[in-house]
């Protein structure tokens, strides 16, 4: 590997990430971590479901994540809440496609993920607008859309969840968590680049809340940097999560956006580099300070010293 290709860090990445799917060029800062806006087009969410099933509410609140800072829209159209069932693709595209399409045509040209792991769901995202394919089973649901990925030109996010969302968190065990989940990133990353899909498009996600209880959520965050091989983008989603609720004895998610800013930018100086939560405003200020006290500059990234 060229010395050109390792960041300061030593993830082996590049600081900005290029590519191109169709006739749009996209692109990606990653001198600082980046924020992931969610956008959940269904009845049914955890969090906020129904809040944006309507395709003029989820262009809205998309529209209000661009404003706030995020980098990056992630839609998706089937909750994977824990004992949650499947949707049909049919449905999942119905949901979706007014919204993709809505959002591909404003001038801002915004980076679109698609939650999905149903390799035809994300093609047509993919031909709508979307930029990005974010798998909660990695490619062990539907294999080929790895080689949709591939075929598009298209970053994917590889996430761990020990088996599904119908029963994830019945009594989920490990001997070695962190161990575990690495072993299981990588072999999931492997597979990604033998259908294709180059590293640097590769983005891996330790699946925080998906088959954990709340001491391996815990564990995971605070052993972050070992959680991930070299050379992957790394992922932090913890937005809302129950085991936040748990610390801060809120039962309600939508009371949990304090709590996962703080989640988020302890995670931001791990080593996150994409930040993916359900209200952007407080991670971003709360990122921005825990960077500005890391480098003892007020500095943003890249800027010159005065």
Same mark, same amino acid.
Not at 36 to 61: K, L, R, W
Not at 105 to 110: F, Q, V
Not at 181 to 189: E, H, K, N, S, T
Not at 255 to 272: E, F, H, I, N
């Given at each position: 590997?060229?010395?050109?290709?390792?960041?300061?860090?030593?993830?082996?990445?590049?600081?900005?990430?290029?590519?191109?799917?169709?006739?749009?060029?996209?692109?990606?800062?990653?001198?600082?971590?980046?924020?992931?806006?969610?956008?959940?087009?269904?009845?049914?969410?955890?969090?906020?479901?129904?809040?944006?099933?309507?395709?003029?509410?989820?262009?809205?609140?998309?529209?209000?994540?661009?404003?706030?800072?995020?980098?990056?829209?992630?839609?998706?159209?089937?909750?994977?809440?824990?004992?949650?069932?499947?949707?049909?693709?049919?449905?999942?595209?119905?949901?979706?496609?007014?919204?993709?399409?809505?959002?591909?045509?404003?001038?801002? $040209?915004?980076?679109?993920? @698609?939650?999905?792991?149903? &390799?035809?769901?994300?093609?047509? /995202? +993919? *031909? #709508?607008?979307?930029?990005?394919?974010?798998?909660?089973?990695?490619?062990?649901?539907?294999?080929?859309?790895?080689?949709?990925?591939?075929?598009?030109?298209?970053?994917?996010?590889?996430?761990?969840?020990?088996?599904?969302?119908?029963?994830?968190?019945?009594?989920? $065990?490990?001997?070695?968590? @962190?161990?575990?989940?690495? &072993?299981?990133?990588?072999?999931? /990353? +492997? *597979? #990604?680049?033998?259908?294709?899909?180059?590293?640097?498009?590769?983005?891996?996600?330790?699946?925080?809340?998906?088959?954990?209880?709340?001491?391996?959520?815990?564990?995971?965050?605070?052993?972050?940097?070992?959680?991930?091989?070299?050379?992957?983008?790394?992922?932090?989603?913890?937005?809302?999560?129950?085991?936040?609720?748990?610390?801060?004895?809120?039962?309600?998610? +939508?009371?949990?956006?304090?709590?996962?800013?703080?989640?988020?930018?302890?995670?931001?100086?791990?080593?996150?580099?994409?930040?993916?939560?359900?209200?952007?405003?407080?991670?971003?200020?709360?990122?921005?300070?825990?960077?500005?006290?890391?480098?003892?500059?007020?500095?943003?990234?890249?800027?010159?010293?005065?």
């Amino acid at each position: 590997m060229p010395d050109s290709y390792l960041q300061s860090d030593g993830t082996g990445a590049p600081e900005t990430l290029r590519w191109s799917v169709g006739q749009r060029n996209y692109s990606l800062d990653f001198s600082r971590p980046v924020l992931m806006g969610i956008v959940n087009v269904t009845p049914d969410s955890f969090s906020d479901g129904g809040h944006f099933f309507e395709p003029e509410a989820a262009v809205a609140q998309a529209r209000r994540h661009l404003r706030e800072g995020a980098a990056i829209l992630d839609l998706g159209a089937e909750t994977t809440r824990p004992g949650s069932l499947p949707t049909e693709a049919g449905e999942e595209w119905r949901r979706l496609a007014p919204v993709i399409e809505a959002l591909a045509e404003l001038p801002e $040209r915004p980076i679109i993920s @698609v939650d999905t792991y149903k &390799a035809s769901v994300a093609e047509k /995202a +993919l *031909l #709508a607008g979307a930029s990005i394919v974010n798998d909660v089973y990695a490619g062990r649901k539907e294999p080929e859309i790895l080689a949709v990925a591939a075929k598009y030109g298209a970053p994917v996010i590889l996430m761990h969840m020990l088996g599904e969302p119908r029963t994830m968190q019945v009594e989920p $065990r490990y001997d070695d968590v @962190v161990g575990e989940v690495r &072993a299981f990133l990588l072999q999931r /990353a +492997l *597979l #990604a680049m033998e259908a294709g899909i180059p590293k640097e498009r590769i983005f891996l996600d330790p699946g925080i809340g998906f088959g954990k209880n709340a001491d391996h959520n815990l564990t995971l965050i605070n052993h972050f940097p070992e959680v991930f091989p070299p050379g992957f983008r790394r992922v932090m989603a913890l937005s809302r999560k129950a085991f936040l609720g748990k610390i801060i004895n809120d039962p309600d998610p +939508l009371k949990r956006d304090a709590a996962t800013a703080v989640a988020s930018a302890l995670s931001a100086l791990k080593g996150a580099e994409i930040l993916r939560v359900h209200n952007v405003a407080p991670t971003l200020e709360a990122m921005s300070v825990a960077l500005a006290v890391k480098r003892e500059s007020l500095a943003p990234v890249g800027a010159p010293q005065s």
